[in-house]
């Protein structure tokens, strides 16, 4: 069956900090891995990655994949406040996306 | 560009009654993804069409049923609503759907059966 987990389920740090998701995964046809930050409302895209090993940035946000250990990592480095939000880890199998909980991360000022 | 779009935002229903929710995606995207968000049980993947056909289904009961029309709409319809039917129904939309990459989310529709 597939599944995914992410950890840890929540975290607390301050501004500046940096921060690393982990989200491990096993899905059936896998074709891609979906990194998505969602506030209070609908999620938001980040980061698609298909390769092992090829690292997405974006500002201070990073990910990497692993498809032979099958996991990936997001990093956030100097967290801010307004990074606060659920990050969703979405691996995409054959015509459907499978969703963790997510990490809960709260970044204080 | 515009995004998604989600008719209506806010629903109040009866249980027993039937509900159709509303989707437009980002234009010449041609795929569309249904999601059930609850507090307990997160995201969960209701189904997804592409080109009017439903390529994939969730783990709901019959009584959630959708359709996709020629121009990319897309409907979800609940019948006999259930009080645990109460949720955030978020539609996404992509190019060519899962096997292509992200999908980009509507603002969502709070369903609340009483």
């Known amino acids: 069956e597939d599944k995914v987990v992410q950890s840890p389920l929540s975290l607390v740090v301050h501004e500046g900090d940096t921060v690393t998701l982990n989200c491990s995964y096993e899905?059936?046809?896998?074709?891609?891995l979906l990194w998505y930050k969602q506030e209070k409302k609908a999620p938001t895209f980040l980061f698609m990655l298909t390769s092992s090993g090829i690292e997405k940035k974006s500002g201070r946000l990073s990910s990497i994949l692993d498809k032979k250990e099958l996991f990936s990592i997001l990093n956030i480095t100097a967290t801010q406040t307004g990074d606060s939000a659920v990050y969703l880890c979405?691996?995409?199998?054959?015509?459907?996306?499978?969703f963790g909980t997510g990490t809960r991360l709260k970044v204080l000022a | 560009k515009a995004g998604v779009t989600q008719t209506p935002r806010y629903l109040i229903k009866t249980r027993g009654q039937q509900v159709t929710l509303s989707c437009s995606p980002i234009s010449g995207h041609r795929s569309v993804s249904w999601y059930q968000q609850t507090p307990g049980q997160g995201l969960q993947f209701l189904f997804e069409?592409?080109?009017?056909?439903?390529?994939n289904k969730g783990n709901f009961p019959g009584r959630f049923s959708g359709r996709q029309f020629s121009n990319s709409r897309s409907e979800m319809n609940v019948s006999t609503l259930e009080l645990g039917d109460s949720a955030l129904y978020l539609c996404?939309?992509?190019?060519?759907?899962?096997?292509?990459?992200?999908?980009?989310f509507g603002p969502g529709t709070r369903l609340t059966v009483t």
């Open positions: 899905v059936t046809n896998f074709r891609s």
């Open positions: 069409y592409f080109s009017e056909t439903q390529r």
């Open positions: 979405v691996p995409s199998g054959t015509y459907k996306y499978i």
């Open positions: 996404a939309s992509s190019l060519a759907g899962s096997q292509r990459g992200e999908q980009y």
